[in-house]
Nanobody, 124 residues
Framework: QVQLVESGGGLVQAGGSLRLSCAASGRTFSIYTMGWFRQAPGKEREIVAAIDWSGGRTYYGDSVKGRFTISRTNAKNMVDLQMNSLKPEDTAVYYC?????????????????WGQGTQVTVSS
């Protein structure tokens, strides 16, 4: 079992930045591929970014490429999402997720563990 707790959400103006953090506890964090997903009202959950167990490989959704950066610190059981140049369309609940596969996967169904989510609101 892995428990995930997100923090760092909030209200920010367009063009601003936020940093989300996800603290993991339970089984060995370093073996898991981690992902950040988001879900806006009336929309399906979509992947934002993912990072493999080593931190050497990353994936970004097309809508956030060049603006968001995912990173992890296995020694601290943490994964972060730095969000820059935020847009109103980035408004959503952001979720941290973990799966035990060795390769990055983008489908939400492949993730075994989820945090409770943190709200990000970007005003225009």
């Amino acid at each position: 079992q892995v428990q995930l707790v997100e923090s760092g959400g909030g209200l920010v103006q367009a063009g601003g930045s936020l940093r989300l953090s996800c603290a993991a506890s339970g089984r060995t964090f370093s073996i898991y591929t981690m992902g950040w997903f988001r879900q806006a009202p009336g929309k399906e959950r979509e992947i934002v970014a993912a990072i493999d167990w080593s931190g050497g490989r990353t994936y970004y959704g097309d809508s956030v490429k060049g603006r968001f950066t995912i990173s992890r610190t296995n020694a601290k059981n943490m994964v972060d999402l730095q969000m820059n140049s935020l847009k109103p369309e980035d408004t959503a609940v952001y979720y941290c997720a973990a799966n035990s596969r060795s390769t990055i996967v983008v489908a939400a169904e492949a993730y075994n563990y989820w945090g409770q989510g943190t709200q990000v609101t970007v005003s225009s």
